[in-house]
């Protein structure tokens, strides 16, 4: 079964660095998003990307943060100056039409 | 922003019994209700799915029923299995084309007691 595929499962960062966050997508699908969880909390969305742009962003999803698809394959998220409260697991999901979201297992971005 | 609401943080039941998770929203516009599985370290995963021109939807031993009068949907297990337990996540989606987001609730832990 196709599935989506996030690296690297766990990232360990100092706060003030940059990390990306890397995803393949399901390889038909046209749809692609990324949501975090904060431990405890809920599933939050953050940005949504169609026809190579952003379609919707969050609230949270500020000046910090940016998304790319560079080659047709991957999908980034990339967080140019990380602070403590970024500390979260970030899922990538990817749909091809109207419904049939498909999650990635998640980066677990640790930031110290 | 509380638009998806699982108001019960968890739920232990017997092993062949029925499991009943609740979930409420308060946005008439949502147009799809998904139930998602969830384990540690995992990614959810999808589950079943609801239209908001339904009111029921079965699949295996898994049925979401949709009470759109009272905003407010559950998902039945029958019977429960030990490896049912995991978090479930009731999620919303409001149609917009391309930015058809999901809103999620916080999630119920469900326990299944062999």
């Known amino acids: 079964e196709p599935e989506v595929t996030q690296t690297p499962s766990h990232q360990v960062t100092q706060m003030g660095q940059e990390v990306i966050l890397r995803c393949v997508p399901i390889?038909?699908?046209?749809?692609f998003y990324w949501y975090r969880q904060i431990l405890g909390q809920k599933v939050e969305f953050l940005v949504s990307?169609?026809?190579?742009?952003?379609?919707?962003k969050s609230e949270i999803f500020d000046d910090q943060f940016s998304v790319e698809r560079p080659d047709g394959s991957n999908f980034t998220l990339k967080i140019r100056s990380t602070k403590l409260e970024d500390s979260a697991m970030y899922f990538c999901?990817?749909?091809?039409?109207?419904?049939?979201?498909?999650f990635g297992s998640g980066t677990r971005l640790t930031v110290v | 922003d509380q638009q998806v609401k699982q108001n019960s943080p968890s739920l232990s039941v017997q092993e062949g019994r029925i499991s009943i998770l609740n979930c409420d929203y308060t946005?008439?516009?949502?147009?799809?209700f998904l139930w998602y599985k969830k384990y540690p370290a995992e990614g959810p995963t999808f589950l079943i799915s609801?239209?908001?021109?339904?009111d029921k939807n079965e699949d295996g031993r898994f049925t979401v029923f949709l009470n759109k009068s009272a905003k407010h949907l559950s998902l039945h297990i029958v019977p429960s299995q030990p490896g049912d337990s995991a978090v479930y996540f009731c999620?919303?989606?409001?149609?917009?084309?391309?930015?058809?987001?999901?809103?999620f609730g916080k999630g119920i832990t469900l326990s299944v007691r062999p």
């Open positions: 999901a990817s749909r091809q039409g109207f419904d049939g979201y498909t």
């Open positions: 390889s038909n699908h046209l749809y």
């Open positions: 990307f169609y026809n190579n742009e952003i379609s919707e």
């Open positions: 946005n008439s516009m949502f147009d799809y």
């Open positions: 609801i239209s908001s021109i339904k």
């Open positions: 999620a919303a989606r409001l149609y917009t084309g391309a930015n058809s987001k999901l809103t």
